[in-house]
């Protein structure tokens, strides 16, 4: 059943969607094929801008999207663009800002964009996009109840998704492990910042993905972010009942998920 209802989801969906994933130092967009969750073409990327307000991080989503849709086979304007981006993002509306201006703090980002655009913004937290993606096309396809996509880098992201379906904004990063807030000492950055090698890093993931175990028993982890691609010095480390796996679609992931997020917001009537 579960796949027979994929498919008249998909059959909704347009060919092509432009994402647009948003980080602390550049700006990345790309065209999607949805039906396949890949990159058509080549990615465009700009550097983030110093100070990177809304009204100047705008003006580069805009650039990259006139690049994109000029190409051959870029999509319709009256297809909705899909974009990342660090924060808590509530109804459209950034309620945090990580590695971006404080400024964005409130602001309303769907409007925002789809004002300097003039077409349909919708914007999903970066991590939340990544999940997406990866439940969709990547390491979680097909996977039904609770999957957690963490993302390991300059913090911890995770996306929380059940029988294919986002739960949006769960910050697993931020829960208190052993005193601590969990990313300040099992991000990628964390390790780099003590030092430490492998089977340290791997004690302090134990840790970690053991408590979040135990908290939400899901059917999968997916382990995201750049240090996914060194998993094999960690992941077999790790004793969990759950079975751990790094992410397949590796920097692709948010350009992916925020282009997938914004086409089933316009099949479902919101765009």
Do not use: C
Request: net charge neutral; no cysteine; proline share 5%.
């Amino acid at each position: 059943m579960a796949k027979d209802i994929e498919k008249k989801k998909s059959k909704k969906l347009p060919a092509t969607v432009i994402g647009v994933d948003i980080g602390g130092t550049g700006i990345k967009g790309g065209i999607v094929d949805l039906e396949k969750g890949v990159i058509v073409g080549e990615r465009y990327r700009i550097p983030t801008p110093k100070p990177s307000t809304p009204e100047a991080v705008a003006e580069v989503v805009a650039q990259i999207v006139a690049e994109l849709s000029a190409r051959p086979e870029g999509p319709g304007a009256d297809v909705p663009v899909g974009v990342t981006f660090p924060a808590i993002i509530q109804h459209g509306v950034a309620r945090s800002a990580a590695n971006v201006d404080k400024s964005w703090v409130n602001t309303d980002v769907d409007a925002l964009f789809t004002k300097v655009l003039g077409r349909d913004v919708h914007v999903i937290n970066d991590a939340d996009a990544a999940g997406l993606a990866e439940v969709r096309y990547g390491a979680g396809k097909g996977k039904m109840g609770t999957v957690l996509v963490i993302t390991l880098g300059t913090g911890i992201g995770s996306a929380f998704i059940f029988d294919g379906r986002l739960v949006p904004n769960v910050e697993l990063g931020h829960l208190e492990v052993d005193g601590h807030d969990a990313e300040t000492k099992a991000s990628a950055v964390a390790r780099e910042r003590d030092g430490i090698d492998w089977d340290e890093y791997a004690v302090r993931l134990q840790r970690y993905f053991a408590h979040v175990e135990f908290l939400f028993s899901p059917e999968l982890f997916i382990v995201g972010g750049g240090i996914s691609k060194r998993s094999s010095e960690y992941l077999p480390s790790l004793q969990l009942r759950t079975p751990i796996i790094p992410a397949q679609l590796k920097n692709h992931a948010g350009i992916v998920g925020g282009a997938l997020q914004a086409a089933l917001l316009q099949s479902k009537g919101l765009s």
